[in-house]
């Protein structure tokens, strides 16, 4: 069975830092982070494959990073100069298939909540 269990999500005021962490039952599979704010649509954040490679939205990238651990039982999104617009409802999902930043994810996780106030 694969199932995922985001955590650290919270409260941070603008310019500051969380961590989130995505307890996975998984192994070689492609794992993403992905986010949805109120009105929005579900967009993708991050994504890492079974060699490290990672993707970062343009939103995203040089501020949060992507990573696992050596067993690929859990899955890191650094967030680093949070801003308001950070907002959202974040996400853990893995498949077999790359599906990169696409909403295509077979198996996705509870989620967990950002919010960043300015």
């Known amino acids: 069975q694969v199932q995922l269990v985001e955590s650290g999500g919270g409260s941070v005021q603008s310019g500051g830092s969380l961590r989130l962490s995505c307890a996975a039952s998984?192994?070689?599979?492609?794992m993403g982070w992905f986010r949805q704010a109120p009105g929005k649509e579900r967009e993708g954040v991050a994504c890492?494959?079974?060699?490290?490679?990672?993707v970062y939205a343009d939103s995203v990238k040089g501020r949060f990073t992507i990573s696992q651990t050596n067993a690929q039982n859990t899955l890191y999104l650094q967030m680093n100069s949070l801003k308001p617009e950070d907002t959202a409802m974040y996400y853990c999902?893995?498949?077999?298939?790359?599906?990169?930043?696409?909403?295509?994810?077979?198996?996705w996780g509870q989620g967990t909540q950002v919010t960043v106030s300015s």
């Open positions: 999902a893995a498949d077999r298939i790359k599906w990169y930043l696409l909403h295509k994810y077979k198996y």
């Open positions: 998984v192994y070689g599979y492609y």
């Open positions: 890492v494959d079974s060699d490290g490679r990672t």
